[in-house]
């Protein structure tokens, strides 16, 4: 193979028309969700109370949601492996179940220094951890995956992380002391994750989806994240009115620009 091969095989895609379609029908989304994250740190809402809520939500997400799910397909398939389920398979599942971990324990963390009583435990979030609007989002994502088994998964780790919007305006928090820092803190240990878990959703989409297929995940896709909006809204204990909420999900934001040369394209 000479050099000019190596170096053509290595350069950078530039982003496909299907993709670029699919990210700007969910940028105003991602914009709309960070309003509300962003609103929340200085809402008159906001008291130790609902900073430990919203943590303790979060906790349950990345426990519930995020870590389980991998770690029960494992122990399920486990007599499987290397006859049905690949070791590449279960090294996935292992490295996602592992980071979901640690977001679990890095907001776990911020929780336990602001809660005066006892710790809490997974089983006790499981109890009452979860709340409506999350329920109403993940029970849209089962019916995608259920109705689209191809594609019902890659628009789940595309809405995932909203785009990493919690995590980039918890980031902001940085140098504001006291219990912004440990959030900001524990948002730069999750957001490289999150977008990692994010480009899941699109590897090799020009490559492996037809026109239609971009389409319905298109739709997918901007409708999980309207659920999104609800659900963070809701989570953070409603700084922002409903009002304003629906006009969100009716995409009156400007879109939030997608970073393509982190996502490994060339532009």
Known sequence: MT?????EQTRPKAPGINLQRLIDSNARLWAAEAEIVRNYWDSSVRTTETDILWLRRQMYKEFWDGFFPPFDNVISKMDLLERTVSRNDFLDAA???????????LFAEVHDKLNIGPLIDPQQLRESG??????????LRSEHKKDHPALGPRAHYFTE???????????KLKGRGGTDDLI?????????????????????MDDDLAEDE??????????????????RNAQFSFPVSDKRVDA??????????FDYRRAGFAI
């Not at 179940?97 to 324990?105: K, S």
């Not at 992380?161 to 919690?166: A, K, V, W």
């Open 184 to 204: 900001a803190n524990a948002c730069v240990r999750v957001y490289d994750d999150e977008f990692e878990h994010m480009l899941k959703g699109i590897a090799n």
């Open 130 to 139: 979860n709340w409506k609007e999350n329920v109403s989002l993940m029970n």
């Open 161 to 171: 992380g909203g785009y990493c919007t919690l995590y980039s305006e918890g980031m």
């Open 248 to 257: 969100l999900c009716n995409g009156i934001l400007e879109p939030m620009e």
């Open 3 to 7: 050099a000019s091969n190596t170096n």
């Open 214 to 231: 971009c389409r319905l995940l298109e739709e997918l896709t901007a409708e999980q994240m309207r659920y999104r909006i609800h659900m």
């Open 95 to 105: 490295e996602i179940m592992y980071e979901e971990f640690v977001h679990y324990c």
